[in-house]
Protein backbone atom coordinates (compact mmCIF):
# COMPACT_ATOMS: atom_id res chain seq x y z
CA UNK A 1 0.00 0.00 0.00
CA UNK A 2 1.14 3.52 -0.78
CA UNK A 3 1.94 6.38 1.57
CA UNK A 4 -0.89 8.17 -0.40
CA UNK A 5 -3.60 6.38 0.13
CA UNK A 6 -6.08 7.75 2.57
CA UNK A 7 -7.33 5.41 5.74
CA UNK A 8 -9.90 5.97 7.41
CA UNK A 9 -8.29 5.46 10.38
CA UNK A 10 -4.44 4.24 12.22
CA UNK A 11 -4.10 3.19 15.14
CA UNK A 12 -0.64 2.64 17.13
CA UNK A 13 -0.92 -0.18 20.03
CA UNK A 14 1.07 -2.88 21.30
CA UNK A 15 0.42 -6.80 20.56
CA UNK A 16 -1.20 -8.82 23.10
CA UNK A 17 -1.75 -12.38 21.70
CA UNK A 18 -0.69 -14.15 18.19
CA UNK A 19 -4.28 -15.64 18.09
CA UNK A 20 -4.17 -17.93 15.75
CA UNK A 21 -3.02 -18.05 11.79
CA UNK A 22 -2.50 -14.59 10.21
CA UNK A 23 -4.45 -13.14 13.20
CA UNK A 24 -2.97 -10.94 16.27
CA UNK A 25 -5.19 -8.40 18.88
CA UNK A 26 -3.61 -5.64 19.44
CA UNK A 27 -4.24 -3.30 22.66
CA UNK A 28 -4.37 0.81 21.97
CA UNK A 29 -4.42 2.99 24.93
CA UNK A 30 -6.14 6.24 25.31
CA UNK A 31 -5.25 9.02 27.45
CA UNK A 32 -7.92 11.57 27.98
CA UNK A 33 -8.87 14.04 30.87
CA UNK A 34 -12.03 13.38 32.73
CA UNK A 35 -14.92 15.87 32.36
CA UNK A 36 -14.98 16.16 36.24
CA UNK A 37 -12.57 16.05 37.79
CA UNK A 38 -10.13 16.98 35.68
CA UNK A 39 -7.95 14.14 35.97
CA UNK A 40 -5.92 12.06 32.94
CA UNK A 41 -7.30 8.70 32.53
CA UNK A 42 -6.84 6.13 30.47
CA UNK A 43 -8.22 3.33 28.42
CA UNK A 44 -7.63 0.13 26.64
CA UNK A 45 -9.80 -1.15 23.44
CA UNK A 46 -8.16 -4.32 22.07
CA UNK A 47 -8.32 -4.53 17.97
CA UNK A 48 -8.39 -7.92 16.25
CA UNK A 49 -6.17 -7.56 12.96
CA UNK A 50 -5.59 -9.36 9.78
CA UNK A 51 -1.47 -10.38 10.06
CA UNK A 52 -0.91 -11.97 6.39
CA UNK A 53 2.94 -12.77 6.24
CA UNK A 54 3.15 -13.47 10.20
CA UNK A 55 5.11 -10.84 11.18
CA UNK A 56 4.64 -9.70 14.58
CA UNK A 57 5.05 -11.39 17.61
CA UNK A 58 3.75 -10.40 20.94
CA UNK A 59 5.04 -6.92 22.75
CA UNK A 60 5.67 -5.77 19.61
CA UNK A 61 4.78 -1.98 18.85
CA UNK A 62 2.63 -2.21 15.72
CA UNK A 63 0.26 0.40 13.36
CA UNK A 64 -2.98 -0.74 12.27
CA UNK A 65 -4.99 0.31 9.46
CA UNK A 66 -9.02 -0.03 8.96
CA UNK A 67 -9.83 -2.65 5.90
CA UNK A 68 -12.57 -4.91 4.68
CA UNK A 69 -14.02 -7.11 6.96
CA UNK A 70 -11.75 -10.62 6.99
CA UNK A 71 -14.17 -12.11 9.40
CA UNK A 72 -16.67 -11.64 12.04
CA UNK A 73 -13.92 -9.92 14.76
CA UNK A 74 -10.84 -8.94 11.95
CA UNK A 75 -11.85 -5.98 10.71
CA UNK A 76 -8.06 -4.21 10.81
CA UNK A 77 -4.94 -4.99 9.20
CA UNK A 78 -1.42 -4.90 10.30
CA UNK A 79 -0.01 -1.64 8.28
CA UNK A 80 3.82 -1.60 9.89
CA UNK A 81 5.89 -3.04 13.01
CA UNK A 82 7.51 0.33 14.46
Known amino acids: ?6 FK ?5 SVVSVSGSKSIVVEVKRRY ?4 YSKFMTRSKKYHAH ?3 CKANQ ?3 VTIIESRPH ?3 KKWELYSIN
Not at 1 to 6: P, R
Not at 9 to 13: M, V, W
Open 1 to 6: MSENTK
Open 9 to 13: RKLNG
Open 33 to 36: KHPV
Open 51 to 53: DEE
Open 59 to 61: GDV
Open 71 to 73: SKL
